[in-house]
C-alpha cells in the first residue's frame, strides 16, 4: 500500500457536509476515502481531517495547512476557494497565485496532493452570472496547477452526475450522501484503488416538479438556507465560527 497515512484540508466540502452519521457527526468523502485506505493499509493507517466549514482560503492555508505540513502524511487533500467566490471582493488572480504557491508548498514537503476542480453547485443557485465564471476561472487554474505540480487531479466538474439534484443536501450547496459516496469513487479511482462500486450509483431522476410546488419550495429555501447566509454575511460571522476539526489529530482510523 502506498499511502500509511491521509490528511484532509479544507472547508465544509472535505469536512462532509450534509452526509450524517446516526449520531448527526457528519462523514463525507473524505472520512470514505480513509475508510478504504485503511483497509488496504492496516491499522496502523492515520487519517485527519482539519477542514471546517465556512473557512475562506486565507483561513486554511494559515490555520489547516501547517498543521498538515508539520505531520508529514504520505497523502494530503487539498480543497480550498469555493467560499471565497462567492465574496463579492474575490479576485481570482490573487487566489490562483496562492493557491499555486500552497500546492508547491505541499508537494515540497514530500506528500502526494489531491487537487479537486468543483462541480457546477451553481446551476440550481442564484447568483449564476456572477459567480459561474469564477469557478471557471478556479477550476480552470486548479487543473494547470494540478499539472505543474504533479499533483492527482480529481475533475469533478466534468462528472454530469453532479447535475443530478439529488447529488445534493437540501440547502442546494453541500453535497448528500449519495454525492459524497460519488467524490470518494472518484477520489479512490483517480489514486488507483477499488471503489465500491455502489458509491457510483445514480439515483433515478424525480419526476418534474409542477411550476407551483417548485416556486413553493424554493421560496422554502430561500427562508431556511439563503436568508441566514445572507445574515452572516451582513454580520461577519461564519457558519464554523464555533466548529472546530473534527480528527485534528493524525490518529489510526476505523469507520
Do not use: C
Not at 34 to 58: E, M
Not at 118 to 139: E, H, T
Not at 148 to 158: E, M, S
Not at 209 to 235: K, M, Y
Amino acid at each position: 500500500m502506498r499511502w500509511r497515512s491521509f490528511v484532509a484540508v479544507g472547508d465544509s466540502f472535505t469536512e462532509g457536509m450534509d452526509d450524517a452519521y446516526p449520531d448527526g457527526t457528519y462523514r463525507g468523502w473524505a472520512d470514505l476515502v480513509a475508510t478504504a485506505l485503511a483497509a488496504q493499509a492496516g491499522p496502523d493507517f492515520g487519517y485527519a481531517n482539519l477542514a471546517i466549514r465556512g473557512r475562506l482560503f486565507t483561513g486554511v492555508v494559515a490555520e489547516q495547512v501547517p498543521a498538515a505540513l508539520a505531520m508529514r502524511p504520505d497523502l494530503i487533500s487539498f480543497a480550498a476557494g469555493g467560499n471565497d467566490v462567492l465574496r463579492r471582493n474575490f479576485d481570482p488572480h490573487v487566489l490562483m497565485e496562492r493557491f499555486d504557491a500552497v500546492v508547491g508548498a505541499l508537494r515540497a514537503g514530500g506528500a502526494d496532493v489531491l487537487l479537486f476542480r468543483f462541480a457546477d453547485v451553481m446551476a440550481r443557485l442564484p447568483g449564476q452570472r456572477l459567480v459561474a465564471p469564477r469557478v471557471a476561472i478556479l477550476n480552470k487554474a486548479v487543473g494547470e496547477t494540478a499539472e505543474r505540480h504533479g499533483a492527482t487531479l480529481v475533475d469533478l466538474y466534468a462528472d454530469d452526475a453532479f447535475r443530478h439534484p439529488q447529488m445534493w443536501s437540501l440547502d442546494r450547496l453541500h453535497l448528500s450522501e449519495h454525492g459524497h459516496r460519488r467524490v470518494a469513487a472518484r477520489v479512490l479511482t483517480a489514486l488507483g484503488v477499488d471503489a465500491d462500486p455502489e458509491w457510483l450509483l445514480v439515483p433515478p431522476r424525480p419526476a418534474p416538479t409542477p411550476w407551483l410546488a417548485a416556486r413553493s419550495a424554493d421560496l422554502r429555501w430561500a427562508g431556511q438556507h439563503l436568508a441566514p447566509w445572507i445574515r452572516r454575511r451582513l454580520t461577519g460571522r461564519s457558519s464554523g465560527d464555533t466548529v472546530t476539526a473534527k480528527r485534528p489529530t493524525l490518529t489510526p482510523f476505523t469507520d
